[in-house]
């Protein structure tokens, strides 16, 4: 099947999810596209739909993701790949769509939260395409703010400690020098996000 038509499939099933979510017919429909390419069309064209995507649209969006994910029907290796592909877009879709990162973070702390997407692994790869420290630090400080709202939680720890790497994230300190003074210390990696509670501070005290 020509990707035309494959993108012509994921177009009309993402369109009719988001007034009927009939798992069903969305099994239906890609059992008609081969699995390879089908995998890497969903992924880029439900991650494009969720950077651009009304506040709205957003919650139906990511549940097909998932649904897509559980079945199969894309994969980890496309998943990856359009993640980054979306990193390496971030900079030039903000200033067409304001809300990229807010969209992009629920949907990253979705995929985060159910394991779809190594924590570690997201991490390493913000930081290798967001070289400059704004535009890093606003999409890690937008996914623990959505993962927070979307676990009904007031702080990360957890999506912190779940990191393979040697990770430390924290709010803004008042006294930075003290603070980065304990990271050197316990040989912590920190990268300052906002708005995240003090109580990290707190547990990452206790754990070292």
């Not at 807010?102 to 913000?126: C, G, H, I, K, S």
């Amino acid at each position: 099947m020509p990707r035309k038509d494959v993108e012509r499939v994921v177009h009309s099933l993402s369109a009719e999810f988001l007034d009927v979510k009939d798992e069903a017919e969305v099994e239906a429909s890609m059992e008609q596209v081969p699995q390879d390419l089908g995998s890497e069309v969903a992924a880029n064209k439900l991650l494009g739909k969720l950077c651009e995507c009304k506040e709205s649209q957003r919650g139906s969006l990511i549940q097909l993701m998932l649904l897509l994910i559980d079945k199969n029907r894309i994969l980890e290796k496309d998943l990856r790949a359009q993640t980054q592909l979306v990193f390496e877009s971030l900079e030039d879709i903000v200033v067409d769509v304001p809300h990229v990162y807010e969209n992009f973070a629920f949907a990253m702390a979705v995929l985060l939260r159910t394991n779809a997407l190594d924590f570690a692994w997201f991490q390493a790869e913000a930081r290798s395409v967001l070289r400059e420290e704004q535009p890093f630090t606003r999409l890690l400080s937008a996914v623990f703010r959505a993962y927070d709202v979307d676990r009904l939680a007031p702080w990360s720890w957890d999506l912190v400690t779940s990191a393979k790497d040697v990770l430390f994230v924290a709010h803004r300190d008042k006294n930075p020098k003290a603070f980065m003074d304990f990271v050197e210390n316990h040989q912590l990696w920190a990268t300052y996000v906002e708005p995240l509670s003090a109580k990290i501070v707190e547990q990452a005290r206790l754990a070292h």
